[in-house]
């Protein structure tokens, strides 16, 4: 942290040694043992990169990552790590957009990841205005991607009428995630193991409504560090919204 407010977001002026320290920034999350606060503790968890080529490695099964107009959205960009560790072709021809409300967080993406748009702001500016007036034109990517937070602090866009029986944040991230999925593109997460062993609610419902659930990961205790709280990888295929004959559960 200390890092980026001496040298600003400019890539150009870090060098190789300081850009692998800031790839390794965990936030918050990653700091609860030495007295770290705050909500930072609730959302910054950030993806072991080990995870983060395991979920391209199963998005690059169902969508095709050499299209030229390849376009890919981080709701809760982090450090960047979906970007960073994306596969070349990924970073060399598609349009990567995130959105990250952590100051630090959102600059060391864009110094990582340079061709990438990464806006410091909330993911639900993108669907109302701060009156709650929600917007009419809303983009589509090929692929939604990241690790979003968890747990029911939504704040005040619950408040102003944003998807408010939507409790969850991480629910609320899949279902707005599926609704900028395009026809035949995927929405791939991170998500607490929660989603899945829980029974079916009105959320998941509309989420199953619109789009298959193709894969499935358990992924194992205490893959993000300190934290034991059980996570899977989930990976929605948009299309006609009926259930997946087949789901594949690796441990």
Do not use: C
Not at 3 to 22: F, I, Q
Not at 83 to 88: G, K, M, N, S
């Amino acid at each position: 942290e200390a890092l980026v407010a001496e040298k600003g977001d400019n890539p150009n002026d870090y060098s190789p040694e300081e850009l692998e320290k800031l790839a390794l920034y965990t936030g918050s999350g990653g700091r609860a043992r030495e007295g770290a606060e705050g909500r930072g503790l609730l959302d910054e968890y950030y993806t072991p990169p080990e995870v983060v080529k395991l979920v391209w490695q199963e998005v690059a099964k169902l969508v095709d990552l050499n299209k030229s107009d390849l376009t890919v959205l981080e709701p809760a960009v982090g450090t960047g790590r979906f970007f960073y560790y994306a596969p070349d072709i990924v970073k060399e021809l598609g349009n990567l957009e995130g959105f990250e409300i952590n100051k630090t967080s959102a600059t060391i993406a864009g110094i990582l990841t340079p061709s990438a748009g990464i806006e410091n702001t909330n993911f639900e500016n993108l669907f109302v205005d701060k009156n709650g007036k929600a917007k009419r034109k809303l983009p589509e990517y090929d692929i939604v991607i990241g690790n979003p937070p968890y747990g029911e602090h939504r704040g005040m866009y619950l408040g102003l009428g944003e998807e408010p029986k939507i409790k969850k944040y991480e629910e609320y991230f899949l279902k707005r995630g599926l609704d900028l999925t395009k026809e035949g593109g995927v929405t791939a997460m991170v998500v607490p193991s929660s989603f899945l062993r829980s029974g079916t609610d009105n959320t998941k419902l509309r989420i199953s409504g619109s789009a298959k659930l193709i894969v499935a990961y358990r992924l194992p205790n205490k893959i993000f560090g300190i934290t034991d709280i059980g996570t899977d990888i989930v990976i929605f295929k948009k299309g006609d919204g009926s259930s997946a004959e087949e789901i594949s559960n690796d441990s």
